[in-house]
C-alpha cells in the first residue's frame, strides 16, 4: 500500500509542476500563489473530522507551523518565479533534491545520525544535479540558477523537516498541512492581494491545487505506512514524470542537461536512501 501511495503521489506532484507553467504564465505570478495556497487547504478540510484532535498553541508547535509556512511560501514564490523563465522539469530537478537535505539537517533537528561518506556523496550528487542546469533560466546567470535550486531544496527539506518534529509532537496529518498552507495563504493575500483574477484563472488554480494536495497527502500517508526509503526513491523520480508529461504535451525532445539531471537526481536519493 506504501509503493501505490507513493506512486500516487509523484504522479500527483508531477502533474502539479507541470499545471504550474500554465499558471505562471498566464495569470499574475505572485497574486495566484495566496489563493492556491487556500485551495491546497480546502480540499483537505473533509478529512478534518477523521483526524486527531489540534493542539495549535502547544509548547513548540505554533512555532514549527509558521516555520513550516514560511518555507513553503518562500519556496512556491521561488518555483513560480523560476517556471515563468524555464520549465517545470528543471523546477522539479531543484524539489528533488530535498530527501538529501533531510539527510543532512536529520542529526540537528531530528537527532539521527549521518556519516562523512554521506555528507560528501550529497554535495557531490547536487553540484552533479544542478550544474548542467546552470544556465537553464532565460536572463537569469549561471550562480544565482544554482544558488535558486539549492534554496528549494534546503527550504523544502527544513519544511520536511517541521512536519516530522509536529508528528513527534502529536500533530496531526490535517491539522499540519492545513494550518501551514493558511497562515502561507493569508500571508502572500495580504502582500499581494488576488485582483484582477477572473473565474478561468480560477478554475486553473483550482486543477493545480487538486494535484498538490493529493500530492502531499499520499506522500505524508506513504511514509507513515511504510519505508521511508522507498518512499524517499519513488518522489525522486517526480523530474522523470514532469519530463513525461513535457514531452507528451509538447511534443518535442527534453533538454539532455535535464534528462541528465533527472536521472542523476533519482539514482543519488535512491542510495543515499539506502545508506541512510
Partial sequence: MSLILAIAAALSFAIGTFLTKG?????SIYRAIGPLFILNA????????????????SGPIPYLHILGALGSGIVAGIIFTMVSRSTASVVSVGQAITPAVVLLAGPIALGTSIVPVQVLAIVVLVFATLFPLRKSLVGVGSFTTIFLMITIGVLSGLVTVAVVLLNKEGVGTTETFIVRQLLAGFTFMAIFPPIGLHWRDFMQLVRRSFFMSVGWLASIYAIRQGSPVVVQSVMATIPLWVILIEVIAYKKRPSRPVVFSAIAIAIGIYVLALTS
Fill in 23 to 27: 499558471v505562471a504564465l498566464k495569470i
Fill in 42 to 57: 480546502l480540499f483537505v478540510f473533509p478529512l478534518i473530522p477523521f483526524g486527531p484532535h489540534w493542539i495549535i498553541w
